[in-house]
């Protein structure tokens, strides 16, 4: 299994971005799938993950500003990110996850989100 994630970049602080995560093989359907986000000095956080039966899950700091999304047919996971803070500056990483059963636990190479103030 492989996921790729693209759509970083620079962006003035209050512009929006929308990273993808588009996964190989045949998980994507039956997985969790999630945004983290790593700062430099800091540890890496959740940002939003979405199950496979669509139900989403915010971290308290995107919340009214983030939205997680997927496309089970392209099996794709979106984030869409709006009025974007310099706090929101990271590397953002796609992980693929089952936690029961099959289980299986995958992560994305990085995507940088520099948000300039």
């Known amino acids: 299994v492989q996921l790729q994630a693209s759509g970083g970049g620079l962006v003035q602080a209050g512009g929006s971005l929308r990273l993808s995560c588009a996964a190989s093989g045949s998980i994507f359907s039956i997985a969790t799938m999630g945004w983290y986000r790593q700062a430099l000095g800091k540890q890496r956080e959740l940002v939003a993950d979405i199950t496979s039966g669509s139900n989403t899950n915010y971290a308290d700091s995107v919340k009214g500003r983030f939205t997680i999304s997927r496309d089970n047919a392209k099996s794709t996971v979106y984030l869409q990110m709006n009025s974007l803070k310099a706090e929101d500056t990271a590397v953002y990483y796609c992980?693929?996850?089952?936690?029961?059963?099959?289980?299986?636990?995958?992560w994305g190479q990085g995507t940088l989100v520099t948000v300039s103030s």
């Open positions: 992980n693929a996850r089952k936690i029961s059963g099959f289980r299986f636990d995958y």
